[in-house]
């Protein structure tokens, strides 16, 4: 067995308006970073797993993201996985 | 018909339902712990309102995996009533026996007001006694209450006739200005496609006793008690 460190990224999809986003770029533009544009607030989530091989990690993080950690309705995911 | 409505931690609405439920419409009605699951007696599961689980990761993403949702899910495909209001209707879409997701208000505000709605399909048990395109007036209390969903979703909502409620103005004319929230299509309720399942953003339940004044609310579950 071995432990991984992972490092997950929600994110909102484009399709899917972020008000949040919106009011933080307009924000960063009055403070004079007028060249900032496409500003997308997400979630970070750090976790560590147990199992028996690189696959079996990705697959089940796979699968609590899909059940549990996203919602594919209106979010992307994506994930950095480390070998401790 | 009897009625049961489960409470999760956070549930804040409980009562008010089965107040209205209970001790106006004289239902038999009966609270439903989370962790419980047998419901084989009970015709209409309510999913309160309120911050199940403190919407923590996402509303109603962890009140999903509660053990009562598998005997909700059980209930539903029975062809029984299922009713989520504000947070029941998120977890109703987390769960996916409601198309869509509920998102941050367009505006970031928590919204707590009277919606302005129009009554857009009285050919179902859940509005009968509402005239068709009437136009009511009924609470809204939330954060996260943007429908959205893909335009195909959209799509096939709008063709099959399930969107059961709409955000208006007084006139009830379908305007960007009487959206309070940015739902899409001024989206403010929807049922599934066997129509059995109903989830809405405003609250019936509180505006339902006269002592309110406030009655809008009562068409619903007058409709669907004398269904």
Redesign the interface.
Known sequence: MATYQSRIYVTLRPSVLDPAGVAVESGLKQMGYTEVEGVRIGKYIELTLTASDENTAKQQLDQMCDQLLANTVIENYCFELIEK | MKFGIIVFPGSNCDRDVAMVTQDLFKQPTRMIWHQETNIDDLDLIVIPGGFSYGDY??CG??AR?SPIIKSVIKHADQGKYVLGICNGFQIL??IGLL???L??????HFICDRSVLRVENNALPWTKAYHNQQVITIPIAHGEGRY???QDTLKELEDNQQVLFRYCNNQGEITQESNPN?SLNNIAGIVNKKGNILGMMPHPERASDPILKATDGRGLFESIINR
């Open positions: 990761l996402r993403a962890i995996f879409t987390e198309p869509g997701a998102i941050r208000n367009r505006d970031l959205f969903a893909d940015g």
